[in-house]
C-alpha cells in the first residue's frame, strides 16, 4: 500500500479530474478501503480543500470551490501550460495583469522541477512577442464579461461604435473571442433583437445583472468565424496594398486568418490587400513573411513605417 502521504496526492489528483466520484470508485482506485478513504478525505480537508460527500445510493465524493486557494495539484503538461499561458498574459492584449502575471509566473517557475523549466525556458526562448501595441481590454471587464457568460446572465454596459455616440447596451452574452489582438464579445441585444459583435475596448461600465436567460440558437457553429464574417462585412479605415517580394502561396499560408487578398505576380513576387482599421496588423503580417516588400498605398502606411523603423533603430541603439 502506498504511504499516507503519497496515497493523499493521488486522491487529490483523482478528485481534480472528475466532477463526482462514487466512493466505491474512489477507493478502489486507490487501493483501500471506504474506512481509510473517508480519513484522507478528512486529511484534505484540514489542509484547504473543500470536498464535499453525499450520501445514499448516488453518493460520493466531489471537489468544490472555496473561499481560500489551497495548493493544486498539476501534472508536466499543466505545469507548463499554465507557465506558457503567464508568460503570455504578461505581454498580451489584457490590461492590469501584467505585474500579477510575472508574479504568478516566478512562483510557478519556483517550485518547477529542472527537466520542466527547461521546457519553458525552451518555448520562451523560441517565441517572439511583438513589440507593437494595440488596444487593450480592462481584465476586470473581460471577467464580469467571461463569468455572465458562462452563467447566461444578462449584462449591461455603454457601448461607443467607430462612428457615433456612447449607448448604453441590454445583452445576452454568447462567446468571448480574441481575433487579431481584440477581444470582442457575442452577444444577443435585447433592444436590437438581433445578434452583435462588440469590441471590448470601446465597451465600458460591463456588469451582470442578476438576471437569468435561457440560451438561443447561436447566430453560427463557430463563433471566431461569425466574429471574422461580421467583421469584413464592415468598411474598413484603411486599404493597404503591399507588394511581397515572395511567392504567392509562401504569403497565402500566413495571412489566411487576416482575410486579405494575395494576387501573385509575373515576377516570383505578390500583391497583398488588406482592409484594417490600424497599421498594427498589417506590420505583424509583413514581419512575418519574413521578405522584403514595399508600400503600394496608401502612403499613411508607407510613413507609419518609417516611424516605426526610427523608434526600433533608437531603441536598439540605447
Known sequence: MANTSARTLRLLSLLQTHRHWPGGELADRLGVGER??????????????????????????????????????????????????????????VEGIEE??????????????????????????STVVSPLDGPRTDATTLTVIAQ????????TFT??????????????????VMLRRRWYLVAWDLDRADWRVFRLDRLTGAAATGARFRRREPPAADAAVFVQDRIGSRPARW????????????????TAAAGGRVEPGDDGSCLLRLQVDDFDWPVLILAATGADFDVVHPPEFHRYLRELGERLLRAGSA
Open 148 to 155: 455572465a457568460c458562462r452563467d447566461d446572465e444578462r449584462l
Open 159 to 176: 457601448y461607443t461604435p467607430s462612428s457615433g455616440e456612447p449607448a448604453g447596451r441590454r445583452v445576452e452574452p454568447y462567446r468571448l
Open 239 to 254: 486599404d493597404v496594398t503591399v507588394r511581397v517580394h515572395a511567392a504567392a502561396a509562401v504569403v497565402e499560408a500566413i
Open 36 to 93: 481509510t478513504l473517508r480519513r484522507d478525505i478528512d486529511r484534505l480537508r484540514e489542509l484547504g480543500y473543500p470536498v464535499h460527500s453525499g450520501r445514499g445510493l448516488a453518493g460520493g465524493y466531489r471537489l468544490r470551490s472555496g473561499t481560500a486557494m489551497p495548493p493544486l495539484l498539476l501534472d508536466d503538461d499543466e505545469a507548463v501550460a499554465i507557465a506558457v499561458g503567464l508568460r503570455t498574459a504578461a505581454d498580451g492584449t
Open 100 to 125: 500579477t502575471s510575472l508574479q504568478a509566473l516566478a512562483k510557478v517557475i519556483q517550485v518547477m522541477p529542472p527537466r520542466l523549466r527547461r521546457r519553458v525556458d525552451a518555448l520562451r526562448a
